[in-house]
C-alpha cells in the first residue's frame, strides 16, 4: 500500500486547512485509515482514524475542530482540520492499517506540515 498526502501548509491560528491522503497498489478488504501527528520533540499521536465502515476515532484534543471522512470508492482519507491553533503545528502522517488473521499490517506516507502561526 501506498499513501500519497498533500493538503498541508502555513496557516494563521482560528483558520482552516484540509489534508488529503490516496492509498494505491494492495488494499485490505478491512482497514482503518486515518492521519497521526508528530511536533519536534514530540512523538508521534494519533490524531482521528476511520474505517472503511465509517466508525471514527479522535483524539480530545482535536474533538469538535477536525472531521475525518473517506470515499471508499477512491480509496482516499481526509481531515478537515478547523479552528487551527498554534499547538496543531506538526507534520502530520497519512496512515493506513488492515488485521488479517493475528498480524496487522501499518503504512505510512511521507508526512505533510503543517504550520499554525501568524
Known amino acids: 500500500v501506498q499513501l500519497q498526502a498533500s493538503g498541508g501548509g502555513l496557516v494563521q491560528p482560528g483558520g482552516s486547512l484540509r489534508l488529503s491522503c490516496a492509498a494505491s497498489?494492495?488494499?485490505?478488504?478491512?482497514?482503518?485509515m486515518g492521519w497521526y501527528r508528530q511536533a519536534p520533540g514530540n512523538q508521534r499521536e494519533l490524531v482521528a482514524d476511520?474505517?472503511?465502515?465509517?466508525?471514527?476515532n479522535y483524539a480530545d484534543f482535536v474533538k469538535g475542530r477536525f472531521t475525518v471522512s473517506r470515499d471508499n470508492a477512491e480509496n482516499t482519507v481526509s481531515l478537515q482540520m478547523n479552528n487551527l491553533r498554534p499547538d496543531d503545528t506538526a507534520v502530520y502522517y497519512c496512515?493506513?492499517?488492515?488485521?488479517?488473521?493475528?498480524?496487522?499490517?501499518?503504512?505510512w506516507g511521507r508526512g505533510t506540515l503543517v504550520t499554525v502561526s501568524s
Open positions: 476511520i474505517s472503511n465502515g465509517g466508525t471514527t
Open positions: 496512515n493506513y492499517k488492515a488485521t488479517v488473521i493475528s498480524t496487522t499490517f501499518t503504512y
Open positions: 497498489g494492495s488494499s485490505f478488504p478491512i482497514n482503518v
